[in-house]
């Protein structure tokens, strides 16, 4: 009897510890860099130089995170969650870029965060997530970086030189920008 | 074709009655009829095999490359839990248990359809073919009878199954640009439940005691199955910021296959 008790016990335990409820952690995106990629091949890759075909032109966004608020348990099974979310994302370029857009107006309906045609940026701002988790063997990491690729799906018309500009708006209010010049051909 | 099926399904049913009925008089072991009821309980523990799948010639020609999608079925999974049952004087049963199938394909056949197609592109991970699931109780209808420490029960076997099947999507990459092509599958379900028929034969051994009130039978089931389903498939791709091409197309299928279980229950005696 004593046996089937304790046996019980065991199961209840188990099962309470298993349906334990996983706090996601929160991080910050602290900075960002911009770098040109090419995606001529399956998968993008940062570019060697400033010359890009047009039509497998991506920005590389790197962002820098930090950190925030740990919680108990495994970092894997308990997520990742951006402290400050993604109000606005703003894509322009400091040359003219066709007929339609001048210097400086937005290409944002220009760009893709991921293949994918429901991967618009205004989808990408309305989810509000930015960056993404970093753990190693199940336990945190203190700073770290992730990118993400913003893929040129309208390329020019005609080659030559870019300088695209991107603008980040959190929700506490802090904006992160940065430009990156590349020839397009 | 189907109506072939079902007949067959019930001439094999029917003639193991049959075999059985002239075969009654059997030697009979003395640890059964001890305790010999007018009802008798049966659970089955579980069931655990392989299903193999046959091949459907009618889908060889099918458009859209959907006879690559479901033209190419492999080994199953096949299992059962926790079935009960209650046997008139031994012989005629009726049963319950719940039975669940795993389907799904080598996806060869179907990546090399698309990669013909789409020679410019990349192949992506998720390019697979047809999968799908079966689940549910399943009603069975059965004869038992023995000889010497065999027991054999031909089964009728009825399904209303949960039938999970699921969209394919997965998106092409041109090589050398950002170009991409959606490629996707969408399934409608054309009938209200999907029906799944089964003749089978259980061989058990029985291991028994004059003192023991049950038998622990262990044994194998070997059965025919026929899952007909009747989908409208709507195949349908399209480049980025460009019209689709969209095809449809009916299929109806039988999904006939063979199960091999092994079986290990109870019968009380």
Known sequence: ?185 | MKKKYLILICFVFMKYIGFAQEKKPLIVDSSDIAKNHKVNFCFTWFEAGAGIPLKEKKLKNLPYGMNNYLYSPKTSFAGGLFGIGLYYKNHWGISVIYSFQDYSVPDADYRDYISSQFPNYYLPFGVQGHTYTLNNIDYRLSYRFRKNRFTFEPQFQLGINDYNDFDTQFVLKEKGSNNFIEYSIKKENQKKHILSYQAALVTRYRFTKPQWKWNIEPGIRVSFMLTPTDYNYTISYNSYNAPATVNKVNIKQLNPNINITVVMGVFRK
């Open chain 1, 1 to 185: 009897m004593k046996n089937i008790i304790l046996l019980f016990i065991s199961i209840l335990f188990f099962c309470l510890a298993s349906c334990a409820k996983h706090i996601p952690a929160e991080y910050e995106v602290v900075s960002m860099s911009l770098t040109n990629a090419q995606n001529t091949g399956e998968s993008p890759s940062e570019s060697t130089n400033n010359n890009v075909p047009k039509q497998a032109y991506a920005i590389k966004m790197i962002l820098n995170e930090e950190m925030r608020k740990k919680t108990d348990g495994d970092a894997e099974e308990n997520g990742f969650i951006n402290e400050d979310k993604l109000v606005g994302l703003n894509i322009f370029s400091l040359y003219a870029f066709d007929a339609s857009h001048p210097a400086n107006t937005s290409l944002n309906d220009y760009f893709l965060t991921s293949l994918s045609s429901s991967s618009t940026i205004s989808s990408f701002i309305s989810k509000g997530q930015i960056g993404g988790g970093s753990y190693k063997n199940g336990n945190y990491t203190d700073s770290w970086s992730t990118n993400q690729y913003l893929y040129l799906m309208t390329p020019p018309a005609l080659p030559g030189a870019q300088s695209f500009v991107v603008k980040l708006d959190l929700s506490d209010g802090r904006s992160m920008c940065d430009t990156v010049n590349v020839t397009l051909y």
